[in-house]
């Protein structure tokens, strides 16, 4: 869909219309490649050691708290092709309520992302961090907490430069 089209088919053949697409403001990584490169490496040196789902978990609630929608376009539909489902996916912005759709270590990344995006109280609390702790290795917490880090430096770049969703498909480069 380009930017002046704002219809869809449903499956009963009727079309609807949607408000135009917003532009985006600029496209960074065309202005500033060196750190769009940078960002690249950063992330796939975050994901090193971590479980892809568990990955694609806080990436996913990371851009929901940071009201990313390109981001959330992106890894919702990542996840999607990797085999999650829709169920929990839909249950993530709500995961507090809705716990017993994940693992305990689940649970603990996703309650240690929401800390860590959300620096209101100006740092993570003790007893999210000891939770988090208990679930992981060492390693693997220190790339957990890198994961969160970089997802949320992908979602400042993308709401500030109002990235467009709807055109990503799973397994696209950034």
Not at 27 to 52: C, N, S, Y
Request: with cysteine; aromatic share 8%.
């Amino acid at each position: 869909m380009t930017t002046n089209e704002n219809t869809t088919g449903t499956t009963t053949g009727a079309t609807k219309e949607y408000v135009h697409e917003h532009s985006p403001r600029l496209d960074w990584a065309q202005h500033a490649p060196e750190v769009f490169k940078a960002m690249i490496k950063l992330d796939t040196a975050a994901r090193k050691g971590l479980d892809p789902v568990v990955f694609e978990l806080v990436k996913i609630r990371a851009s929901q708290l940071n009201h990313c929608a390109f981001c959330l376009d992106m890894h919702t539909k990542d996840a999607l092709a990797a085999g999650e489902s829709v169920e929990r996916i839909i249950q993530l912005s709500a995961w507090d309520e809705s716990r017993h759709f994940y693992t305990a270590k689940e649970v603990a990344a996703i309650e240690l992302t929401e800390a860590i995006t959300v620096l209101t109280d100006g740092f993570v609390p003790d007893d999210v961090y000891a939770r988090a702790a208990a679930q992981f290795e060492e390693a693997e917490l220190t790339q957990l907490i890198a994961a969160i880090t970089v997802i949320n430096a992908w979602n400042r770049f993308g709401v500030t430069t109002r990235m467009v969703p709807g055109h990503y498909k799973a397994g696209d480069v950034k």
